[in-house]
């Protein structure tokens, strides 16, 4: 069993900060690729970033410049520092990994969801 854990969500004005966490556990032999994604209402799952386990770094356009990905590779964890936030950014955020599991299996795996809302 593999469990991602995401915390940090809440309610922001526009223009303010948040930072979201991930905490990966279970049965694993190794974490690869680690990101975020998020679905606004009515919408997609769209990426939001990833970070190699050797720290190669892409963002989507439109959060360049305002939010930062990062990540602990001892602690299974993977992290969000989102700043000027805009009301478009209100959405459930999902932490990405690829696992390679104990029993060799590599998969796809996402957490349940942390809700960022905000207003303006």
């Known amino acids: 069993q593999v469990q991602l854990v995401e915390s940090g969500g809440g309610l922001v004005q526009a223009g303010g900060s948040l930072n979201l966490a991930c905490t990966v556990s279970?049965?694993?032999?190794?974490?690869?690729?680690m990101g975020w994604y998020r679905q606004a209402p009515g919408q997609s799952r769209d990426l939001v970033g990833t970070?190699?386990?050797?720290?190669?770094?892409h963002l989507v356009e439109d959060v360049k410049g305002r939010f930062t990905i990062s990540r602990d590779n001892a602690k299974r964890m993977v992290f969000l520092q989102m700043n000027n936030l805009k009301v478009e950014d209100t959405a459930i955020y999902f932490c990405y990994a690829q696992i390679l599991r104990s029993d060799f299996r590599m998969t796809n795996d996402y957490g349940q969801g942390t809700q960022v809302t905000v207003f303006s």
């Open positions: 279970g049965s694993i032999n190794r974490v690869n690729l």
């Open positions: 970070i190699t386990s050797v720290n190669g770094i």
